[in-house]
C-alpha cells in the first residue's frame, strides 16, 4: 500500500461526521480551504464523488457512504492501537471525546473536569452539549453521559454522579409575594415554569411522592423553556416555581437565592450514566477518565461507592425515569 492511498481519510471522515467542511475544520483544526482540497484529492484519486454539494450542506453520495462504513472502523481501530502503544509508557494520551445534555455537563462533568486534566496532561477533552440524544458510534465520540433510562440497552452503563431527586425551588422574592405550597394540588394557583423537551416536544411533567401516594401534574404557568441553564435563572429573577433535579442548583440553596418546597414530596428519579459501546476495547483515555471517577477524593464517602458502580441492564431499574434534559 502506497502512502498516497491513505492521505485525507481522517478529513472524509470529518466531514461526513459534521455533516460540514467548515464543522470539519474547526474538529481538526485546520482551515476549510484545506479540508476541502484534501477531500477532492481523495476523490480524484477514487475517480468518485465522496460527497453531494448543494446550499443546504454537505451529504454523502452512495459511494462515499460505502466508503465511510469499510474506513470507519478501520481507523478507529488503528487510533486505538495507537492509544494503547502510547499507553504501554503509563500515559493515557489523546483526545476524549464526550457528549452529553447541560445538566450532565454540570452535575457530573465540571466538578471533577479540572482535577481530571491536571492528573492527565497528555489527555485533550472534547465536550459536545445537546440537548437531543445523539448517535455516539456514528458521531465518532468515546462516551456519553445521559440519565440511565435513556441510554441504549445494548451500550456498556457506570454510573456517575450523585444521587438524583427532584427539586421544587423558587426565589424567596417570589414565595414572599405568592405564597409558598405546601401540597402538590397547591401548585394549580402558582405560575409553574414549564419545560419542553428536546428530543420529545412534550412538556414535562411533574410527579410527586409521599408514602403510598403518588401525584402527576401539568404545569400550568405562561412560561415555557428547554433550557436547564434558562428554567434555573427564571427561577433566580422570581417568575415562578422550577421542577429541577438536584446536582447543579445545591449553592444557590445554599446561599439562600433559591428556596425549596414540597421537600417531602421528591421522588427518587434515575441518576446519570457514562455509557460506551464495547467493554471489550476500552481505549486508554476512556478507561483513566473512568478510573478517576471511581478513585476521586471527594467521592470517597458511602454514597459515592453506592452508586459509581456498574449498571445493571436498564430493564432492572425500578426508580422514576429523570428529565431528558
Not at 23 to 35: F, M, N, Q, R
Not at 101 to 125: E, K
Amino acid at each position: 500500500m502506497q502512502q498516497s492511498q491513505l492521505d485525507g481519510i481522517v478529513a472524509f471522515i470529518a466531514v461526513a461526521q459534521e455533516k460540514s467542511f467548515s464543522g470539519a475544520a474547526v474538529k481538526l483544526g485546520v482551515s476549510p480551504s484545506a479540508v476541502s482540497q484534501t477531500v477532492r484529492n481523495l476523490e480524484r484519486r477514487a475517480g468518485v464523488a465522496l460527497f453531494v454539494r448543494n446550499t443546504r450542506g454537505v451529504g454523502l453520495t452512495e459511494a462515499g457512504a460505502q466508503y465511510f462504513n469499510v474506513v470507519l472502523p478501520a481507523v478507529r481501530a488503528l487510533s486505538l492501537a495507537s492509544e494503547e502503544l502510547g499507553a504501554s509508557s503509563g500515559k493515557p494520551a489523546g483526545t476524549l471525546r464526550l457528549n452529553m445534555a447541560r445538566a450532565g455537563y454540570l452535575t457530573v462533568l465540571q466538578p471533577v473536569l479540572r482535577r481530571f486534566l491536571d492528573s492527565y496532561p497528555d489527555i485533550r477533552v472534547e465536550i459536545c452539549l445537546e440537548g437531543a440524544l445523539a448517535d455516539i458510534v456514528d458521531q465518532g465520540f468515546d462516551a456519553g453521559i445521559r440519565f440511565g433510562n435513556l441510554v441504549e440497552k445494548d451500550m456498556v452503563a457506570v454510573r456517575v454522579g450523585p444521587p438524583i431527586a427532584a427539586h421544587v425551588v423558587a426565589s424567596p422574592e417570589y414565595l414572599s409575594r405568592c405564597g409558598t405550597p405546601t401540597h402538590p394540588r397547591d401548585l394549580v394557583n402558582h405560575e409553574c415554569i414549564g419545560f419542553k423537551h428536546v428530543t420529545s416536544g412534550q412538556v414535562e411533567r411533574w410527579a410527586f411522592a409521599k408514602d403510598s401516594e403518588s401525584i402527576e401534574i401539568a404545569s400550568n404557568g405562561r412560561l415555557l423553556v428547554n433550557d436547564s441553564a434558562v428554567l434555573v435563572q427564571c427561577a433566580l429573577d422570581g417568575t415562578g416555581i422550577a421542577y429541577m433535579i438536584n446536582g447543579y442548583i445545591e449553592s444557590l440553596l445554599q446561599s439562600g437565592r433559591l428556596v425549596r418546597v414540597l421537600s417531602d414530596w421528591s421522588p427518587t428519579l434515575s441518576g446519570f450514566t457514562l455509557y460506551y459501546p464495547d467493554r471489550r476495547s476500552v481505549a486508554p483515555k476512556l478507561r483513566a477518565f473512568i478510573d478517576f471517577l471511581r478513585a476521586d477524593p471527594e467521592l470517597r464517602d458511602a454514597s459515592a461507592r453506592e452508586w459509581l458502580v456498574d449498571v445493571l441492564p436498564t430493564a432492572s431499574r425500578t426508580c422514576r425515569p429523570a428529565p431528558t434534559r
